[in-house]
């Protein structure tokens, strides 16, 4: 995966964040960790997520790297 630096570099704020009593930071980036996850994975294989909604929709240009409302 092309984008495993900025997994591990919300890996490690996430460490820092519960190590230093940061614990509703240390959440978010756990939420950011999966969008990351979600996006990512629908930029390869060319689906976008309604947002919301749990359907998923072809992108015209196949690159599925915008959530669709």
Do not use: C, I
């Amino acid at each position: 995966m092309k984008h495993d630096w900025m997994m591990d570099v919300l890996a490690d704020l996430k460490t820092y964040a519960l190590a230093n009593g940061l614990p509703d930071v240390a959440d978010h980036l756990e939420g950011v960790r999966h969008s990351v996850l979600r996006e990512t994975s629908l930029a390869t294989d060319g689906y976008g997520a309604h947002v919301g909604s749990g359907q998923f929709e072809r992108h015209p240009e196949g690159s599925g790297n915008r959530n669709r409302a």
